[in-house]
Every structure is written in C-alpha cells, then in structure tokens.
C-alpha cells in the first residue's frame, strides 16, 4: 500500500490560512490523492481530491507538486469550526479498493 | 437528506456475544464499506461490497462478516465479539465501485467488548 506522510500537529490562528502538507513518494501514476478531515465524534468528511493540476472548491485548495511526491491542503481563511484531523490518502492500490488512512495531522484553529 | 446511517451510535458487549452493526445508504451508491478506528489512529478497511450480492476483503477482516443483499443495506457482524475489537466502526458509500469518487461516512458506532 502506498503511504503517506503528514505533520502530527499543526497550529494556526483564526481567519489566517492554513497549508497542511503531505508527503507521498511511493505514489503510482494513476493515484489519486484524498483529502479528508474528521471532527470530534463524527466520521470522515471529504474535503477534496486530485490527480496532478491543482485543484479548488469552496472548501480547499490541493496543491499538488510537480513530481507528485508531495501536496499541500490549503484552507483560505481557518475558522473555529476547522478544527480537526485532516488526513492526507492514497488508495490502497494492488487492484484493491478503498483507501489507506493514515494517523492525519490535528489542526488546532486558535482564536 | 439521511446519507449514511449507521445504528446503534454505543454498543456494549461482553465477550464471546454476537451482534450485528447496521449500515444503511439513501443515495443508490454500489459501493459500501466497513472501517475500524482505534483510538489515536486512522481508519481501517474491515470489509467493502462493489455491488449488491458482492464482497470482499479488506486490511483486517479477521472476526467479521458481511453480506449485500440489497443496494441500501450493508451489516456487519460479529460472531463472538473479542475485546480486541472494542473501536469505533464507520461505515461508508460511494457512488461507483473503483473510482475516485468521494466517499460519504456515518456517524459511526462505539463499540465496547469486556
């Protein structure tokens, strides 16, 4: 399974933003790269995904590295209700579904 | 506008108890999944159905079983619960087996073996 490589902790101030970052160097070529983010109690929500160009949503945007060895999550503007564990997720790959989560990084929003 | 819906949200069993977690979906999705999240730790693939009548194994699906007789519907049971197995379980769909598509997750069901 291709692995991925995230911050355990990141901190950041309100309404500033926020580049969470990932490493991904066993990455295939036709991996997609996930994102999702998980607040307290509650299950995994999709935030955005992406194969080479970068991406943008109204929740985030996904740079994606030239080489693809890498990406960087970016939330515009951080409010308080960001705060969580944002996983960075490859697919488990070897013709196998479903994805292979990680331990994400906790972003902490300080007001 | 339901989603995912996963019951019950607590469980407690003791060990060696059967029970079955429920798993249902309102968005006509083929794809359904089961993942494991222990406490500090990312999700884990238990078991997943590309389509109704069709299953397969996932990361860990020692001590589990699954079934997919309808498009909506994907339990998960437990034969003889183990306190090995106390976590939280998430269920998740998707609208087309093998694609990139977003995932949609439950609430989850917490789950304690004694």
């Known amino acids: 399974d291709a692995k991925t490589t995230q911050p355990n902790s990141m901190e950041s101030n309100e309404e500033e933003p926020v580049h969470l970052p990932c490493n991904h160097s066993t990455i295939s070529g036709t991996d997609y790269i996930h994102w999702y983010r998980q607040l307290p109690s509650q299950g995994p929500e999709y935030v955005i995904h992406?194969?080479?160009s970068n991406v943008n949503n109204r929740m985030a945007s996904l740079a994606i590295a030239e080489d693809r060895k890498s990406s960087t999550l970016i939330l515009h503007r951080a409010t308080l209700r960001d705060a969580a564990v944002y996983y960075c997720i490859l697919p488990r790959g070897g013709g196998a579904d479903g994805l292979t989560f990680g331990k994400g990084t906790h972003l902490i929003i300080q007001p | 506008n339901a989603g995912v819906t996963q019951t019950p949200k607590f469980q407690v069993l003791k060990t060696g108890q059967s029970m079955t977690l429920q798993c249902a979906q309102d968005?006509?999705?083929?794809?359904m999944s089961w993942y494991r999240q222990d406490p500090g730790m990312g999700l884990r693939l238990i078991h997943y159905?590309?389509?109704?009548?069709?299953?397969d194994q996932g990361e860990v699906p020692n001590g589990y079983n699954v079934s997919r007789s309808t498009t909506e519907d994907f339990p998960l049971r437990l034969l003889s619960a183990a306190p090995s197995q106390t976590s939280v379980y998430f269920c998740a769909s998707r609208h087309r087996p093998n694609s990139n598509q977003p995932q949609h997750f439950g609430d989850g069901t917490r789950l304690s073996i004694l």
């Open positions: 992406g194969l080479t």
């Open positions: 159905s590309v389509g109704a009548g069709i299953t």
């Open positions: 968005m006509n999705h083929e794809y």
